[in-house]
């Protein structure tokens, strides 16, 4: 294994524990929130679509690029907008009470 | 791929992984979620526009068009979307995310094909795994979102020897792996491959039960993550490794609180096929000459209208019924006449992590009504009436007393303690685990039978005249 490889294991295992810290007790309430905000996140394949994308040709390898990037984008737009509106219903109800 | 990419790009990724942490730990927290969906939605734009000014990136024409059309279909399907309708929606994205990875992975296998060069064997290690749990979680999402949408059937799909089968194509997909590490650009061979993975992730799901779906939502989830820092492996890149597990984590958390609400291992869910052994036992047991006690909605409205305590417990029925608005009137109504009125929610009641709250609070259901699982037991013994709306095998007392029961040791809402049960349910069938439900056939319960809307709203004119 090369030296960039590790460097990616220990941010890669890192980054595990700290997802796990962070989002230990987190009330039922919001979990479909939590699932979908994070859902939306996880649309972070989107970089590395554009980065297949990028070079200025039409071969396969750029179209499948290019496939990612709009299922990739539906992923983080929709992910996102969706778990605002859901927390939108949640704060209306709670400035009621 | 490990190309020096300009360190102001390295800088935003930096940002942009401390906002999607800060982001995830204020989506933790009532008052601070909408603001860390915010903050996580800040983080992706920068990686985006940092990624977008990567020398590579030279295609921007159709990058931009990508990315309008992605917005345009992503913010449509967003306010579209009923909220009953959630769990489908969550299910389609996360299936969209695993397929981006499975296509980066495929992508740079093609474009390494094309340069003549070398695969190496970390490269190629990587590509293997994103195109394994990228389609799995394609195919396996969509299969989810095809049961809950109703499109092919929400129960079990078994068929004989599945477990061999599936054993098979496993062994296939690593004979395939294994040919592909050591003669890495045999084209044939990797597209078996990936329909291999497309196949298995059909597999995976298609045996699992409507029920179960809390798990397999969550499950695939965790696995979108995990097919996006496997991505992240393929092109190099920590910020796809960061989110990815971040993501990862997150769901494996979700996942096991879900298991943990049904007693059940992660195993027995994926393998368990649930309902289609339990039937036979069931059918068995209900053998006997029980008999149930029904009512018309006068006499349910009598009942609840009269009470001084009332615990409303949604199920899966009140969201197919689409009943929420018409549960929290009749709440309404009820308070008006003086009844405490509280919702009791069970863990795994609907088809996702937290269903119930987000339709509850989308009828505009007061926060403070809303009470877990282990706050409101205790208070079952105080109330007078127990209104069950659509669930079954959350309030099934043989979870709790009859070993033999296939859901015994799961944690239920214990209604059967409340002075009076009233159920409303469509009809005598078995929920999903396939078990009866000695509830039912008790003294002190009372069967509603109907859709669950058209019965509370009987329920809300009922009581509106008392």
Same mark, same amino acid.
């Given at each position: 294994m090369n030296e960039a490889l590790i460097a990616a294991f220990f941010v890669f295992v890192l980054a595990s524990f700290t997802g796990f810290e962070v989002i230990n007790k987190v009330p039922p309430t919001l979990h479909t929130p939590l699932m979908s905000g994070s859902n939306a996140v996880s649309g972070i394949a989107v970089i590395g679509a554009l980065i297949v994308a990028g070079p200025r040709d039409t071969n396969l390898s750029v179209i499948l690029g290019l496939i990612a990037v709009i299922l990739a984008t539906v992923n983080v737009v929709g992910g996102f907008l969706v778990t605002d509106r859901m927390l939108q219903m949640f704060k209306k109800k709670e400035v009621k009470v | 791929m490990s190309e020096f990419l300009p360190t102001g790009i390295q800088v935003t990724y930096l940002v942009a992984s401390s906002l999607f942490i800060l982001g995830l730990k204020k989506l933790g927290s009532p008052a601070t979620a909408r603001q860390g969906n915010l903050w996580a939605a800040i983080g992706m734009l920068l990686a985006i526009v940092a990624t977008l000014l990567d020398r590579q990136v030279l295609n921007y024409e159709l990058i931009a068009l990508g990315l309008l059309i992605g917005t345009g279909i992503g913010a449509i399907a967003a306010y579209k979307v009923a909220m009953t309708d959630m769990p489908q929606m969550v299910g389609l994205l996360n299936g969209l995310g695993g397929a981006a990875s499975a296509l980066v992975a495929i992508?740079?296998?093609w474009h390494l094909l094309g340069s003549h060069s070398t695969i190496s064997l970390d490269a190629n290690i990587s590509i293997i795994l994103s195109v394994f749990i990228g389609g799995v979680t394609f195919t396996g999402s969509f299969v989810a979102f095809a049961k809950l949408q109703?499109?092919?059937?929400?129960?079990?799909?078994?068929?004989?020897?599945?477990?061999?089968?599936?054993?098979?194509l496993l062994i296939g997909f690593l004979v395939c792996? !294994?040919?592909?590490? +050591? @003669?890495?650009?045999? #084209?044939?061979?990797?597209? $078996?491959?990936? %329909?291999?993975?497309?196949?298995?992730?059909?597999?995976?799901?298609?045996?699992?039960?409507? !029920?179960?779906?809390? +798990? @397999?939502?969550?499950? #695939?989830?965790?696995?979108? $993550?995990?097919? %996006?820092?496997?991505?992240?492996?393929?092109?190099m890149n920590n910020m796809l490794i960061i989110a990815g597990a971040l993501v990862g984590a997150s769901g494996l958390i979700l996942t096991e609180i879900?298991?943990? %609400?049904m007693n059940r291992s992660l195993a027995s869910v994926l393998f368990g096929a649930f309902g289609g052994s339990a039937a036979g036992v069931a059918a068995g047991a209900a053998g006997g000459d029980k008999s149930v006690h029904s009512i018309d909605a006068e006499e349910g409205a009598m009942m609840l209208?009269?009470?001084?305590?009332?615990?409303?417990v949604p199920g899966y029925g009140m969201a197919v019924a689409q009943a929420q608005h018409a549960v929290r009137e009749l709440g309404d109504q009820l308070e008006k006449l003086g009844v405490e009125v509280k919702y009791a929610i069970h863990p795994v009641a609907g088809r996702m992590p937290g269903h119930m709250n987000v339709l509850l609070a989308e009828a505009n259901v007061p926060y403070p009504q809303l009470h877990d699982m282990e706050d409101i037991n205790p208070q079952f013994e105080q109330t007078?009436?127990?209104?069950?709306?659509?669930?079954?095998?959350?309030?099934?007392?043989?979870?709790?007393?009859?070993?033999?029961?296939?859901?015994?040791?799961?944690?239920?809402?214990e209604v059967d303690k409340a002075k009076h049960a009233i159920v409303i349910k469509r009809g005598m069938s078995a929920g999903f685990a396939g078990v009866d439900n000695d509830l039912?056939?008790?003294?002190?319960?009372?069967?509603?039978?109907?859709?669950?809307?058209?019965?509370?709203?009987?329920l809300v004119a009922e009581v509106k005249q008392l």
């Amino acid at each position: 294994m090369n030296e960039a490889l590790i460097a990616a294991f220990f941010v890669f295992v890192l980054a595990s524990f700290t997802g796990f810290e962070v989002i230990n007790k987190v009330p039922p309430t919001l979990h479909t929130p939590l699932m979908s905000g994070s859902n939306a996140v996880s649309g972070i394949a989107v970089i590395g679509a554009l980065i297949v994308a990028g070079p200025r040709d039409t071969n396969l390898s750029v179209i499948l690029g290019l496939i990612a990037v709009i299922l990739a984008t539906v992923n983080v737009v929709g992910g996102f907008l969706v778990t605002d509106r859901m927390l939108q219903m949640f704060k209306k109800k709670e400035v009621k009470v | 791929m490990s190309e020096f990419l300009p360190t102001g790009i390295q800088v935003t990724y930096l940002v942009a992984s401390s906002l999607f942490i800060l982001g995830l730990k204020k989506l933790g927290s009532p008052a601070t979620a909408r603001q860390g969906n915010l903050w996580a939605a800040i983080g992706m734009l920068l990686a985006i526009v940092a990624t977008l000014l990567d020398r590579q990136v030279l295609n921007y024409e159709l990058i931009a068009l990508g990315l309008l059309i992605g917005t345009g279909i992503g913010a449509i399907a967003a306010y579209k979307v009923a909220m009953t309708d959630m769990p489908q929606m969550v299910g389609l994205l996360n299936g969209l995310g695993g397929a981006a990875s499975a296509l980066v992975a495929i992508a740079e296998f093609w474009h390494l094909l094309g340069s003549h060069s070398t695969i190496s064997l970390d490269a190629n290690i990587s590509i293997i795994l994103s195109v394994f749990i990228g389609g799995v979680t394609f195919t396996g999402s969509f299969v989810a979102f095809a049961k809950l949408q109703g499109l092919i059937s929400g129960s079990p799909v078994t068929f004989p020897l599945q477990q061999p089968v599936n054993a098979l194509l496993l062994i296939g997909f690593l004979v395939c792996s !294994g040919y592909l590490l +050591v @003669v890495p650009d045999n #084209l044939p061979v990797f597209l $078996g491959m990936t %329909a291999l993975s497309l196949l298995l992730g059909i597999l995976f799901v298609i045996p699992i039960g409507g !029920g179960d779906m809390p +798990v @397999v939502i969550s499950l #695939l989830n965790s696995l979108s $993550g995990v097919a %996006a820092a496997t991505a992240g492996f393929v092109v190099m890149n920590n910020m796809l490794i960061i989110a990815g597990a971040l993501v990862g984590a997150s769901g494996l958390i979700l996942t096991e609180i879900m298991c943990k %609400a049904m007693n059940r291992s992660l195993a027995s869910v994926l393998f368990g096929a649930f309902g289609g052994s339990a039937a036979g036992v069931a059918a068995g047991a209900a053998g006997g000459d029980k008999s149930v006690h029904s009512i018309d909605a006068e006499e349910g409205a009598m009942m609840l209208g009269y009470a001084r305590s009332v615990v409303i417990v949604p199920g899966y029925g009140m969201a197919v019924a689409q009943a929420q608005h018409a549960v929290r009137e009749l709440g309404d109504q009820l308070e008006k006449l003086g009844v405490e009125v509280k919702y009791a929610i069970h863990p795994v009641a609907g088809r996702m992590p937290g269903h119930m709250n987000v339709l509850l609070a989308e009828a505009n259901v007061p926060y403070p009504q809303l009470h877990d699982m282990e706050d409101i037991n205790p208070q079952f013994e105080q109330t007078d009436v127990a209104l069950v709306i659509g669930a079954n095998d959350v309030v099934n007392p043989a979870a709790r007393s009859d070993s033999s029961s296939p859901i015994y040791g799961m944690p239920i809402l214990e209604v059967d303690k409340a002075k009076h049960a009233i159920v409303i349910k469509r009809g005598m069938s078995a929920g999903f685990a396939g078990v009866d439900n000695d509830l039912f056939y008790k003294e002190k319960t009372m069967m509603l039978f109907g859709s669950a809307k058209d019965i509370v709203a009987k329920l809300v004119a009922e009581v509106k005249q008392l």
